[in-house]
């Protein structure tokens, strides 16, 4: 079974400041991983994913995350925090049958003027 | 990237009374959608997951009876919620895929606010 841990539920950080928000995963194979992020009342949106390709994985807005397969880590960074990344960011793994979206907790961004 | 079209984004109802929640692809042929319930301040619980023109797979502790999914085209998928009561109450969103390989994401819609009065 697939599941997704993401160690932080809020991080706070200062605008211009880097973000650092962490995911760590369990699957059986090779998982192709996701971060979401979704603001209030609202749904969600990709921001990138990795399928087996390139370990570095550059999303939208500035995001990028790393694959690594020995530490079963897949962390979101951004260089400098922006007042609008404020909002809540999911770390989710596709399951082996292509099914599933399998979930993590979430963890909540501030970003401080 | 593709569209997905939830409706309504709000509403609300009186206990007893049944609500329809309608998930579209707007671009795309989705061969499988997901039904998910998110509670405040938490991450989303999958509720159900349905492939066009075969009965949805619930997820334990879902009860299909209360929560019918169709998804009667590759477009379009619903949820109905029966006899609400105010403990349905809660924010529920549905996604999208266009395959099952495992580079397919989803497409999330916009999410629905249900309040059962």
């Known amino acids: 079974a697939q599941s997704v841990t993401q160690l932080d539920s809020h991080v706070s950080v200062s605008e211009g400041t880097p973000v650092l928000l962490r995911c760590n995963y369990s699957?059986?194979?090779?998982?192709?991983l996701f971060w979401y992020v979704q603001h209030p009342n609202k749904g969600l949106q990709l921001l990138l994913k990795?399928?087996?390709?390139?370990?570095l994985v550059k999303g939208i807005n500035g995001f990028e995350a790393e694959f690594k397969k020995s530490e079963t880590s897949f962390h979101l960074t951004k260089p400098s925090a922006h007042m609008s990344d404020a909002a809540e960011y999911f770390c989710?793994?596709?399951?082996?049958?292509?099914?599933?979206?399998?979930f993590g907790p979430g963890t909540r961004l501030s970003v401080l003027p | 990237g593709a569209v997905v079209s939830q409706h309504p984004s709000r509403v609300i109802c009186k206990s007893g009374t049944s609500v329809k929640i309608e998930c579209r692809s707007l671009?795309?042929?989705?061969?499988?959608m997901f039904w998910y319930r998110q509670f405040p301040k938490q991450s989303l619980m999958l509720m159900a997951t349905?492939?066009?023109?075969?009965?949805?797979?619930?997820e334990q502790g879902v009860e299909k009876d209360k929560f019918l999914i169709n998804h009667a085209s590759l477009t379009l998928s619903t949820l109905t919620v029966t006899s609400a009561h105010p403990e349905d109450s809660s924010f529920y969103i549905c996604?999208?895929?266009?395959?099952?390989?495992?580079?397919?994401?989803?497409?999330f819609g916009q999410g629905t606010r249900l309040t059962v009065v």
């Open positions: 996604s999208a895929a266009s395959g099952s390989t495992l580079n397919t994401e989803a497409f």
């Open positions: 699957s059986s194979y090779s998982p192709s």
């Open positions: 990795y399928t087996s390709a390139a370990t």
């Open positions: 989710v793994v596709r399951d082996n049958y292509g099914q599933n979206f399998v």
């Open positions: 671009d795309f042929q989705a061969t499988t």
């Open positions: 349905s492939n066009e023109g075969s009965k949805a797979t619930y």
